[in-house]
């Protein structure tokens, strides 16, 4: 059968493919579309594991919130410009619906859900590599639960690199701490916290500052070192612990996370705490 051009053009809208490997499918097939499309996904699947090593330092962070659940996905490419291609954004629709689906913590859980296309993720992770020609990576997600009554925080920066959603659990109506709680991821993106609470933070990286400041402590005297190794250690929780840092928006500069929510829960006539919070950063 001859190929024409509609019909190179119909497989290359199908697929997404470039002109010369749908012409090529084609041929190959006898003109039969269904054969070709099976083909050039083959193919797909071998570029995909070509590219499986190449660095990927563009992408996206995106929040979802589906009733009591929300997530934080971050997919990864090679080049900034394909973050606003619409097969890489259907992708992302994909990764979302399934991390709804599926209840996953984590994408390898996710690979194997069938998607609205009737391929897995994985399968449609494969296609979109090979449609695109650059390595696409769905790296990381966290998600949170968001308890009936509690208020549910979230922001994502402008380029999309980075993201933050929260929990606050309020002793009585909340509403009043809608804004603070949006703040409070706001604050997470920009300063960069590695956990909520003190009991967060990864016990090799405590270990690690305590090396260091014990090679400054026990240079003083021997009296002193106890409260110098309080005093240095507690600094480094005020810089690690999101509740602990120095709120971004405080008009002094004064107060911490905790603090802020305190005083405005306070002034909302209720008591308030932070009972989950997640963050990603891209390639972070």
Same mark, same amino acid.
């Given at each position: ?112 859900? +069938?998607?609205? @296309?009737?391929?897995? *993720?994985? #399968?449609? %992770? ?9 390595? &696409? /990576? ?96 507690? +600094?480094?929780? @005020?810089?690690?612990? *999101?509740? #602990?840092? %120095? ?9 911490? &996370? /905790? ?26």
């Amino acid at each position: 059968m001859a190929v024409t051009a509609a019909m190179i053009k119909e497989l290359r809208d199908n697929t997404g493919m470039g002109f010369s490997d749908c012409k090529k499918a084609l041929a190959e097939t006898d003109g039969n579309m269904e054969e070709a499309e099976m083909l050039l996904r083959k193919k797909g699947i071998d570029k995909a594991a070509k590219k499986a090593d190449r660095t990927t330092g563009e992408g996206l962070i995106l929040i979802e919130r589906r009733g009591d659940d929300a997530v934080i996905l971050e997919v990864m490419c090679e080049q900034e410009p394909t973050t606003g291609n619409d097969r890489f954004l259907a992708f992302v629709q994909m990764a979302k619906d399934a991390a709804f689906a599926t209840g996953a913590t984590t994408p390898d859980e996710m690979m194997s859900t +069938k998607t609205s @296309s009737g391929e897995t *993720l994985e #399968e449609a %992770l494969k296609g979109l590599i090979g449609t695109l020609g650059e390595n &696409v /990576q769905f790296k990381r997600m966290a998600r949170v639960k968001i308890p009936a009554g509690c208020i549910f925080g979230q922001y994502i920066h402008f380029n999309k690199k980075a993201a933050a959603v929260c929990v606050v659990k309020a002793s009585g109506n909340g509403d009043g701490l809608q804004e603070l709680a949006n703040d409070i991821c706001m604050h997470s993106v920009a300063m960069r916290p590695v956990s909520l609470g003190r009991s967060g933070v990864p016990a090799d990286l405590v270990e690690k500052e305590k090396e260091v400041f014990m090679e400054e402590v026990m240079k003083k005297p021997e009296q002193m070192r106890e409260k110098i190794m309080e005093g240095k250690l507690g +600094k480094f929780y @005020s810089e690690k612990c *999101l509740l #602990e840092q %120095l709120f971004v928006k405080d008009a002094e500069g004064k107060r911490s &996370v /905790q603090k802020v929510l305190e005083d405005t829960a306070k002034a909302a006539g209720v008591t308030a705490e932070v009972i989950d919070w997640k963050r990603l950063e891209l390639g972070v």
